[in-house]
């Protein structure tokens, strides 16, 4: 069955999903094509590349390529610095630029089992003590139909409180038979829609996505290819109210020039405004007012989800250990994740992207010092390690040491000069360096602004 993986069938099944296809992904894929023809009664793998090529409804097709090549990773209160942002500024905002209409619309796509959608329940249920006097819609959407069964149900188990306390359990959940269910006071405030995004002719009035307020989309960007990132934000862009929000996981839209969007830079992360008229679509600004934040620096590691690892076999290679720790760090199971780090520095100290794994770690872990080393460690073994720059770029930012950010930049700019613009940045996967080039100015010019 190997040689059925030709690159024209992998540019088709990316085409199709939207979805990026790597070589580590050739296993799955080879799996699934078996069962997945039979299925369809088809002959051979040239009558499923014809089966993806014809005009017809592929969205059942683009589920089941998700679900194969996505993880689905999420919790309760994921990322503390963004939820910080969110409940304390975002929200707030957006509250009071609708408290005469008392009208506000939230959306989260790609929600899979709805823990980010309750997350905003539970912080509007604080902010808007009068919320039956409003008329508020939250929506939760994601192509996985099981998931979005999962979400409407609203029972977890403890896997999706790893970023709460106890007492966040206490508050809001009561318990059922091993897990923890929502309470229904709250439950009912959110909806769900299986929802196609790749598909879907967005804005939809009929669902009622259209003038969204805030949009809230982490994770999903990071799997998909240029093609489809750039119509999935167009069509949220155009989902949005005039001054509505769309927020992304740390880096997942590096310097993507999106229609109508203008970037904001605070301290917990970028966000995306829709505005009517922008003097520049993809300036960056700077938000001026200095507040307390809680650091959660920006994640832009790409991680391999899907890739089947062979961890058992008695020598596994050093690309085998490093994908599993970035997988093992990207589902928050840090241990794991150091223990192989451990094991990848036994046998090579000197690899940049092995300090630069530990750097996201510690950053994930809170440890804001020791993050801060590893990433000068990684630009010492390799002054070209862009994502490296961005993140110590970020931090000086949150931590208000602005020219140091100011010269990062310059640092960065100059490393990106040696590689061709059209060339995509290691890691960052769906970034070039023209687009690098382009954020990193615009993030200068923002901390220009903001010393004036």
């Excluded at 809230?216 to 001054?243: D, V």
């Excluded at 490296?388 to 990062?408: D, P, R, V």
């Excluded at 360096?433 to 615009?442: A, G």
Aim: glycine content about 4%.
């Amino acid at each position: 069955m190997q040689n059925i993986l030709t690159d024209e069938l992998m540019q088709k099944i990316s085409d199709v999903s939207g979805l990026r296809v790597s070589q580590s992904d050739h296993p799955e894929l080879l799996s699934y094509l078996e069962g997945r023809i039979k299925e369809l009664s088809l002959s051979s793998i040239s009558a499923y590349l014809s089966f993806l090529s014809v005009g017809k409804d592929l969205s059942e097709e683009r589920e089941r390529l998700s679900e194969l090549l996505t993880t689905g990773e999420t919790y309760f209160m994921r990322d503390p610095g963004q939820m910080t942002l969110i409940g304390s500024v975002i929200l707030p905002r957006l509250i009071e630029k609708n408290r005469l209409k008392k009208q506000l619309r939230l959306w989260a796509p790609a929600c899979a089992t709805g823990e980010e959608v309750y997350s905003l329940v539970i912080l509007l249920d604080h902010l808007i003590p009068d919320s039956e006097n409003w008329v508020i819609d939250i929506i939760g959407s994601d192509i996985n139909s099981e998931f979005i069964e999962k979400a409407r149900v609203a029972s977890y188990r403890d896997w999706s409180f790893r970023g709460c306390d106890s007492e966040f359990k206490r508050r809001y959940f009561h318990q059922g038979n091993n897990c923890w269910v929502l309470n229904e006071t709250l439950r009912i405030k959110a909806r769900f829609l299986v929802l196609d995004l790749i598909g879907e002719q967005l804005p939809n009035i009929s669902k009622n996505l259209f003038e969204v307020d805030f949009i809230l989309c982490r994770n999903i960007f990071i799997y998909m290819n240029i093609s489809a990132i750039n119509s999935i934000t167009e069509k949220l862009s155009a989902c949005l109210t005039n001054g509505g929000i769309l927020m992304t996981a740390h880096g997942e839209l590096h310097a993507y020039r999106q229609s109508g969007l203008q970037v904001k830079v605070y301290p917990e992360s970028l966000v995306y405004e829709k505005v009517e008229k922008p003097e520049l679509s993809y300036r960056t600004q700077r938000v001026a007012e200095p507040r307390a934040f809680e650091l959660k620096p920006p994640k832009t590691a790409f991680v391999q989800s899907s890739y089947t690892l062979k961890l058992d076999t008695p020598e596994p290679s050093s690309e085998d250990l490093m994908l599993a720790a970035w997988e093992f760090a990207d589902q928050a199971k840090f241990s794991e994740a150091i223990a192989l780090y451990d094991k990848l520095l036994s046998r090579d100290p000197m690899q940049a992207e092995l300090h630069y794994l530990h750097a996201f770690i510690s950053l994930e872990m809170g440890h804001l010092e020791e993050a801060k080393a590893d990433l000068r460690k990684t630009l010492y073994l390799d002054p070209d390690f862009v994502p490296a720059y961005l993140e110590m770029i970020t931090i000086h930012m949150q931590e208000g040491k602005n020219q140091i950010a100011f010269s990062e930049c310059d640092r960065a700019i100059k490393a990106l000069e040696k590689f061709n613009p059209n060339d995509l940045i290691p890691i960052l996967k769906n970034s070039t360096v023209f687009d690098i080039k382009q954020y990193l100015t615009y993030v200068q010019n923002s901390l220009t602004s903001s010393s004036d």
